[in-house]
Each structure stands twice: as structure tokens, then as C-alpha cells.
């Protein structure tokens, strides 16, 4: 039984509480916040577990062996430090730092320790993406030749970050996990459209190599929801719709079929080929709790999670890349 204490009552603090109480492999021991309206609102419905406003009475408590941080990201790092230091085990709501420094920072002081560090990235643990990995690992969509992700919807505005920062990690870790490629280089664009100067519209291209480029759309203005990636192969192609209530995972067998006249090698002939659509079986679960029960394990048995802290400097690399670019007007960054 692991015994974890979480820091941060606020949007995703409480959901994670939920897990983490329900889950068979974890004791909820700790909830604490700054805020003791959103501490005394939170902690009424787990009457177990000790509350504090002081994060450091969290990772000094002799009941925790694990700290979950939910907290703004400005607060990620010095949260994070300090419960590994003193020997706890960490799990870091997204994007896991505010700098890659910082990111570096935290892994090197993981692995120095023997703690694990993870990052809350729960679109890996999605039935959908699980399904989605498999067909492609089992080299179902061929080569992969283009991805394009939307992430859109009417709010909700951050206050400490922009629109990248708060959408992107999602799709950055799912495109990160399912290709397994390195980011090249990327270029973005952002504008605001409030007097914050925090930009509200993005877009995002990153250069996977050997001709794979993904696109990002992400957007706090959007009068329609939209979670929608489409994973372009040279067999099939995916479409991951995540609001879709049944078919989240669709598979079509369409696309192009390209071959080369023997007699005039420089006559490229292009059919088009149109087959079936099939809606995979995906598992039904939590993804939260999948998620949870995976941290547990990950420390019951000292293994590396899915979403380690190598990940979550990955998609804190990108971003940081993506808000360079965008101050200097779309320029291409090398990574």
C-alpha cells in the first residue's frame, strides 16, 4: 500500500484525491492547500486523511511515502524538489516544469535519489491510446506520413500560462509515446486577443524526420469543442476522436497507392485506393485510475512509469522551443 499525500485542491487536485482514495493499491494519508476554502471544501469528503495549508508538512510527514503535486506549474519545481529531497516519491500534474532546466533539474535528482518521478500525462493511459499504439506498433498504418491534432473549445482561460502550455502537453505526450520520435525542429504562431498579452490561438508544426511532420491546433476561443487527432499511414490511417461516446478509435483503410512506370522512371503514377472502416475494440476504464494504479506500482516495484520524468522533459522541451518561436514570429527551431 503506497501512502501518498496530495498538494492541490484546486481544478485537478480533487480528481486526482478521488483516484488515489479509491484506488486498492494507495492510501490517501495527506490533502493540503494554501487555500483553505478549497482545503476545507475538498477534505470534508475524506474525513481519513490529515489536511494541512503547509506543503512542507506533506513530504515531512513519516505517513507518506508518495507526494502528488496539482498546483499551478509556476510551483511544480520547488514542490517537486523538496518531496524528493526528502526521500518521497512524486507525481506532477502536466506540463511537469516551467523551464527544461528545471525539468533536468528534477530527473537528475530522481535518479540520484532512487525515486520515481512521473508526469500525470492520462491521455497514455486511455484505452484509445493504448489501442491506437498497438495497431501502429503492429504496423498496421504502414508508415506514418502525417499527423494532425485540434484541440479547440471556449475556455477555460490560465491565468500563469498560454494556450500551448496549457493544451499542447496532452497531444505532445500521446504523438511522443505513439511514434517514438525525436523532435527536429518545430516552428509556432500565437496570437491574444485579451489585454493579458497571453496568447488564446496557436498553431504548432514539429518536423518528426524521415518526412513525418504533425500540426497542432490549439485554441481557448473555439465556439465548438473539438479533441481530434488523425494519424495518416501509408496502409491506414486513424482517427482518435476523444468526444466521440462510442467510437473513439476508427481505422480506415483508404489513401493513396503510388507506382513507378518501368519504361519512364520519372512518371510517378498515383491510384487511390478506398476499403473499409472499422471501430477497434477499446478498453473501458478510467484512464485516471489507470493511471494512479500504474504510479503505485511503479513504486511498489521500482520501475520506470510510461510517463517518467525522460517524458515529461520531452513535451517541456517542445514547449519552451514552441514560445520561443512564437515570440520570434513563427521562426523554425532546431531541437
Not at 516551467?98 to 492520462?122: I, K, P, Q, W, Y
Not at 482518435?240 to 483508404?254: A, C, G, H, I
Request: glycine content about 8%; overall charge negative.
Amino acid at each position: 500500500m503506497v501512502r501518498v499525500g496530495v498538494i492541490g485542491c484546486g481544478y485537478w487536485g480533487p480528481n486526482l484525491i478521488r483516484n488515489f482514495s479509491a484506488c486498492p493499491s494507495t492510501s490517501l494519508e495527506m490533502i493540503c492547500d494554501t487555500n483553505v476554502e478549497h482545503l476545507a471544501r475538498v477534505a470534508a469528503q475524506y474525513p481519513a486523511a490529515e489536511t494541512s495549508a503547509e506543503p512542507e508538512a506533506v513530504w515531512g510527514s513519516d505517513r507518506v511515502d508518495a507526494v502528488a503535486i496539482a498546483t499551478p506549474v509556476k510551483t511544480h519545481y520547488d514542490l517537486a524538489r523538496a518531496a524528493l529531497e526528502a526521500g518521497k516519491h512524486v507525481l506532477i500534474e502536466k506540463p511537469m516544469t516551467r523551464t527544461v532546466s528545471e525539468s533536468e533539474a528534477l530527473v537528475r535528482l530522481a535518479e540520484a535519489n532512487g525515486r520515481v518521478l512521473m508526469v500525470d500525462h492520462t491521455y497514455l493511459y486511455m484505452g484509445a491510446v493504448v489501442k491506437i499504439k498497438e495497431l501502429v506498433d503492429a504496423g498496421e498504418l504502414g508508415e506514418i506520413y502525417y499527423i494532425d491534432s485540434v484541440r479547440i473549445n471556449l475556455g477555460l482561460f490560465q491565468h500563469d500560462v498560454n494556450v500551448v502550455w496549457d493544451l499542447a502537453p496532452h497531444d505532445l505526450a500521446l504523438v511522443d509515446h505513439v511514434t517514438g520520435r525525436e523532435v527536429r525542429s518545430l516552428a509556432a504562431m500565437g496570437s491574444s486577443h485579451t489585454d493579458r498579452g497571453i496568447e488564446d490561438v496557436a498553431y504548432l508544426s514539429l518536423d518528426l524526420g524521415e518526412d513525418l511532420i504533425a500540426n497542432f491546433h490549439f485554441n481557448w476561443l473555439s465556439p465548438v469543442k473539438i479533441r481530434r487527432i488523425i494519424f495518416g499511414g501509408s496502409k491506414k490511417s486513424i482517427i482518435f476522436d476523444d468526444l466521440s461516446p462510442d467510437e473513439k478509435v476508427r481505422v480506415y483503410d483508404r489513401g493513396i497507392e503510388v507506382s513507378r512506370d518501368a519504361e519512364a522512371v520519372r512518371s510517378v503514377m498515383i491510384g487511390y485506393r478506398t476499403g473499409d472502416i472499422w471501430v477497434p475494440k477499446v478498453e473501458a476504464s478510467e484512464p485516471l485510475q489507470t493511471m494512479v494504479r500504474h504510479f503505485a506500482d511503479c513504486v511498489e516495484k521500482g520501475k520506470r512509469p510510461l510517463s517518467d520524468g525522460q517524458a515529461g522533459l520531452r513535451a517541456v522541451r517542445i514547449l519552451e522551443a514552441a514560445q520561443r518561436s512564437i515570440r520570434a514570429q513563427g521562426e523554425r527551431v532546431v531541437l
